[in-house]
């Protein structure tokens, strides 16, 4: 039934004959599309990262982009890794994978403040952001619990409880502090409930629940001298501030971006006389604001370049939840989509002003090692709900026919 | 096989099929959207934004230029400068709270491999704590100027580099900038005389010297870099954008190239330096319980250095880095023997015998003694007023001219001069009045600075020092508030006397002269009478070798000496130097004397509670290549035994190309 199922006897259900061809055949029921849209990110960030970055380290003009393709080529492997297992097996982890959610996103607490955000793990040569890899183990997690419950489905406890399991590692999350990432929390619970069928009306009481909250918080609470938060908290908060931990800077930050992107006009400026990026009007033009650099270099038909390859992705991303051969597989598919969806939005959307700023990546585009490999990762989960599907497609019929 | 039921294939049930299409949806109209707003932004008002990206116009990032080189007569590289990534700390963007501050410090004592241990920091004005070597540099930094950035390390290793460049939000106030560093190519090879570098001070961002500079400028502090400074200090670039109104940048990022500073050539030649450095080590090494010296060899004529040295020496390649305090006070310090303290200027000792050639000046000059005159040396010298001295070793000489008695170095028979030169007026006598004019007890004006100007003894002098003496055990004048001592050892109170200028004469006593000062007031007895300005300094050139400027001060001053007179002294001082008897003729035994006649002098100063101070001073009047040579070896014996075979070795080098042997001569004359 599956790679990994085979070894152990007891759930062969297949002919050992048909072994070799299925073998074979493994890489054949690869989705090509959905890892060329992601390699053809990659190249996009690489060029892009190439330009804006020549100058950030002396002496090593390629310091970003050979540490970026590295990243990627460790996520590509991982996508080969995964692709190769069975995702169902995840399911058995579930505890696990949300034991080591919620551990890593708290060991954060103790490590050293990094302008005054704690969301770091630092090891001797790299360091890894817990809420990243949090990401994919709320997906694989959630996922497993709301299948565990599949009979209940419709049970206002069943949503209560994803609900609450995502909201858990949401609010440890959300005072590192990286509102995004909590937010692409609460949206991975929200989708992952969409699809595994919760009814309209518990998915309209949550909107509605979420609405109340946000605006008691942030505009009703204030007003009436309710101070649920503190003032700086609040100031931090609202619109979804972000988390480039200086509010008096945000403003500024979004002129300087829509300058960029505006004066790409249609072809971009070029590497050369992007003075927006090269002069540093753009903070964190490696990361947070890569999507306004491409604007600005490459102009309208780099940004709408950028955009069509995830659009490409997400496509191939629909097909396979249409196609998953369980549940576990289509409930997976519906968090990853919403991770990508989520932060392609956000990111790009405050770039481009009509989204608040968040320090959320943009997947595979912004320089970063974790935010490229879990996006990956999330890609390899996607690769082997695809390659299960077409097996489990494949011995059907091939049992048909014999 | 039985399935559970989570694991069956889920068919695709209508109400999937829908949510999956409002998924579709969605996305879609979110595409929608992202391309419909940036068509607006790119295109539709594109024009707009590309005039607000040319109003963000310019951005200034200073890139230090490099200093210029500093080479010898004949081009050789004795200085250059290598780029090299420095860890600094900017004061102003650091961590405000202390907890914090110190946090970082740790975490970047880590990174860089630096002691995180507490050690003394004596901060100025703030009196010494104990800190860490990074906060002990920022608070020394700070304490003298608040706005700089701190130099942390400077040989950090490329990747340390690279991720505290990645992680700058991790260690705030922490950069890496460029910068250049000295390299000096030959290490200890006059190391004492180019001196140091380093950040523009606050006392000197207004001297005349350092216009130009800015606040964060590496500017000279010392020796050469301190003097010629304003040539070698190039101009600093900037990386910066100027964008004009279409938003095009109208030139190259880079606006303003750094320009590398001038090179300095200097009148040192390399070899005969190396020479005279080895010879003075042997010198030393041969005449324990020496460990210190200096020499000086020059141009008499016109005051070009041909070399100049100091022992111990240090590697002045160490100050390229942050000097830790243990570090800086190993070369502050006695039992170190002051490596960083150039001999050669900076210190002044009493010369011995080799003062003779002055006193001999002024006495004939003055009419005190003429060249007929004779002095009958038995070996005992009173001076009438009951003090009574001899030649060393009780040597009787028998009846002396002034030729014969430079060239044996009768003490009796100057002690006699200092006798009949003595003057109890304020100002001295005529041995003071020439000794003055010769340059003893001033600075030569030599263009290193840090000059020691010395002590020409005399009755105002004394007097000077007795009223020093009484205010400091009473507590007063300069020594206010310091309380009353029962003595200071400044003077003994005792008027000036006729043992003052017979001990003056023989260059003892209270004299105090620099080895460069006894080399120009050589120079003038050499060259007919002009004190000429010594000067290490030749020619500034373009960084790119065209002359720019001839570096030759004109001489001091001009003294009028009787050639007759003159004439006399040389040929005293040829006789000791090539004569039997003369006092250093063994140690130029075998020299060529028809072809560079050798005149020379030893000495031999006394000091209280140590060895006797060892010195010569020759020239060689060649048309061709004139050179004067002072030599001294703190504690190294009979100016014979020391000072005049190191002498010998660097006349050898200068005229023939090799130091040859060490031959220490046996004259015990002071």
Redesign the interface.
């Known amino acids: 039934m599956s790679t990994v199922g085979r070894t152990t006897p007891i759930h062969t259900t297949e002919d050992p004959v048909a072994k070799p061809r299925r073998e074979r055949g493994m890489l054949f029921m690869f989705d090509p599309l959905l890892l060329l849209a992601a390699l053809g990110l990659v190249a996009c960030s690489l060029i892009t990262l190439k330009g804006a970055t020549r100058h950030a380290m002396p002496g090593h003009p390629l310091y970003y982009v050979e540490r970026q393709g590295i990243y990627a080529a460790i996520g590509v492997l991982f996508v080969l890794l995964l692709s190769r297992i069975d995702y169902s097996r995840l399911r058995e982890y579930r505890y696990g994978m949300y034991g080591l959610l919620i551990a890593l996103n708290i060991v954060v607490y103790g490590m050293p403040a990094i302008r005054g955000s704690r969301r770091w793990i630092p090891f001797p040569l790299f360091q890894i952001q817990s809420s990243e890899f949090g990401k994919i183990l709320l997906i694989a997690s959630l996922s497993a619990f709301l299948v565990n419950r599949a009979r209940r489905l419709t049970d206002w406890s069943t949503t209560a409880r994803i609900m609450l399991l995502a909201l858990i590692p949401a609010m440890i999350v959300i005072p590192q502090p990286d509102l995004g990432t909590g937010l692409v929390y609460v949206a991975v619970a929200f989708t992952v409930l969409f699809v595994g069928g919760t009814t309209w009306k518990q998915l309209t009481a949550l909107a509605a629940l979420f609405a109340v909250a946000v605006t008691f918080v942030l505009a009703i609470g204030p007003a009436v001298g309710v101070h649920v938060l503190k003032p700086y908290q609040v100031q931090r908060l609202t619109g979804f501030l972000n988390p480039s931990h200086d509010p008096r800077n945000q403003t500024y930050n979004i002129t300087e971006s829509l300058i960029a992107i505006g004066s790409g006009e249609k072809t971009g400026r070029g590497v050369a006389h992007a003075t927006q990026t090269n002069l540093h009007f753009l903070p964190e033009n490696q990361t947070d604001f890569v999507f306004a650099v491409v604007g600005e270099t490459y102009g309208f038909v780099g940004a709408a370049v950028v955009l069509s390859l995830y659009a490409l992705l997400i496509w191939r991303a629909l097909r396979i939840l249409t196609m998953s051969k369980n549940l576990y597989g289509s409930l997976i598919v519906g968090g990853v989509l919403a991770m990508l969806m989520f932060q392609v939005l956000v990111n790009v959307g405050m770039t481009i002003g009509i989204m608040p700023i968040t320090g959320v990546p943009l997947p595979l585009m912004s320089y970063g090692g974790s935010s490229v490999i879990v996006t990956f990762i999330a890609l390899g989960l996607l690769e082997s709900i695809h390659i299960q599907a077409r097996m489990t497609a494949a011995g059907k019929s091939r049992s048909l026919v014999s | 096989?039985i399935k559970l039921?989570?694991?069956?294939?889920?068919p695709?049930?209508p109400?999937?099929?829908l949510?999956?299409a409002?998924?579709?949806s969605?996305?879609l109209a979110?595409?929608a959207?992202?391309?419909f707003?940036?068509?607006y932004?790119?295109?539709l008002?594109?024009?707009?934004?590309?005039k607000?990206?040319?109003i963000?116009r310019v951005?200034n990032v200073s890139i230090p230029a490099e200093r210029g080189d500093i080479l010898d007569r004949d081009g050789n590289l004795l200085v250059d400068s290598i780029p090299a990534?420095a860890v600094q700390i900017v004061p102003s963007d650091l961590p405000k709270s202390g907890a914090?501050r110190r946090?970082m410090y740790r975490?970047l004592a880590g990174v860089l491999n630096m002691s995180t241990k507490r050690q003394k920091c004596p901060i100025d004005g703030r009196g010494v704590h104990r800190l860490a070597p990074i906060p002990c540099a920022v608070a020394q930094e700070q304490a003298q100027l608040p706005y700089a950035n701190v130099t942390v390390k400077t040989d950090a290793h490329?990747p340390v580099?690279?991720y505290l460049?990645?992680?700058q939000?991790?260690y705030?106030g922490v950069e890496?900038h460029?910068v250049w560093l000295r390299q000096y190519p030959h290490t200890t090879l006059a190391a004492q005389l180019f001196g140091t570098v380093g950040r523009l001070t606050a006392a000197e961002v207004h001297q005349r010297r350092f216009r130009g500079a800015s606040p964060n400028d590496v500017v000279g502090q010392s020796g050469l870099e301190w003097y010629y400074d304003r040539y070698l200090r190039g101009r600093d670039g900037a990386d910066r954008?100027q964008?004009n109104a279409l938003?095009?940048?109208s030139g190259e990022?880079r606006a303003r190239q750094p320009v590398k500073g001038h090179t300095l050539k200097l009148s040192l030649d390399l070899n005969l330096q190396k020479a005279g450095q080895t010879a003075l080590q042997e010198a030393i090494d041969s005449n324990p319980p020496a460990t210190a010296g200096a020499f000086v060899a020059m141009n008499p004529t016109n005051g070009e250095v041909y070399a100049m040295g100091s022992l111990p020496t240090f590697d002045p390649n160490i100050f390229a880095k942050p000097v830790s305090q243990s570090e800086y006070e190993k070369l502050n310090n006695a039992s170190s023997g002051f490596p960083l303290f150039n001999r050669a200027i900076q210190s002044a000792y009493p010369t011995g015998s080799t003062f003779k050639g002055i006193t001999s000046t002024a006495a004939l000059q003055s009419g005190v003694w003429n060249l007929s005159d004779i002095y009958d040396d038995t070996g005992v010298y009173n001076n009438g007023v009951g003090d009574q001295r001899h030649n060393a070793g009780h040597a009787s000489y028998g009846a002396l001219d002034l030729v014969q008695a430079i060239k044996v170095s009768s003490d009796d028979f100057f002690y006699n001069l200092g006798r009949l030169l003595n003057s109890d007026s304020l100002k001295g006598g005529a041995l003071q009045q020439w000794a003055h004019k010769f340059g003893i007890g001033r600075k030569t004006g030599v263009d290193l600075g840090g000059e020691n100007p010395g002590i020409l003894p005399s009755p105002q002098w004394r007097l000077d020092r007795d009223k020093l003496e009484k205010q400091c055990e009473n507590g007063t004048g300069p020594y206010k508030g310091h309380g009353k001592h029962t003595s200071c050892g400044i003077a003994d109170g005792r008027p000036w006397s006729v043992g003052d200028n017979e001990n003056l004469a023989v260059g003892q006593g209270d004299l105090e002269a620099t080895p460069l000062q006894l080399a120009d007031a050589y120079s003038a007895i050499e060259n007919g009478g002009t004190v000429v300005k010594p000067h290490v300094g030749l020619e500034i050139d373009s960084s790119d070798g065209t002359l720019l400027q001839k570096i030759s001060p004109p001489a001091s001053r001009h003294i009028k000496i009787s050639p007759t007179y003159l004439a006399a002294i040389h040929e005293g001082l040829h006789e000791a130097a090539s004569q039997s008897g003369g006092t250093s003729a063994d140690v130029f035994a075998g020299w060529p004397q028809s072809r560079y006649p050798v005149y020379g002098k030893t000495g031999t100063a006394q000091h209280d509670n140590q060895a006797d101070q060892s010195w010569y001073v020759c020239y060689v009047p060649d048309p061709n290549k004139p050179i004067l040579v002072v030599v001294t070896v703190e504690q190294g014996g009979f100016g014979a035994a020391a000072a005049a075979p190191a002498a010998r070795q660097i006349l050898s080098q200068w005229f023939f190309g090799n130091r040859g042997k060490f031959i220490a001569g046996s004259s015990k004359t002071l």
Not at chain 2, 5 to 10: A, H, S, T
Not at chain 2, 45 to 50: F, P
């Open positions: 096989m039921p989570e694991d069956r294939r889920l695709m049930t109400q999937l099929a949510r999956v409002i998924i579709g969605f996305a979110m595409f959207i992202l391309f707003r940036l068509w932004l790119q295109v008002s594109g024009n707009q934004y590309v607000q990206a040319s963000n951005r990534n914090a946090h975490r490329q580099l690279w460049s990645e992680r939000a991790q705030p890496v460029q954008v964008v938003g095009q940048p990022l």
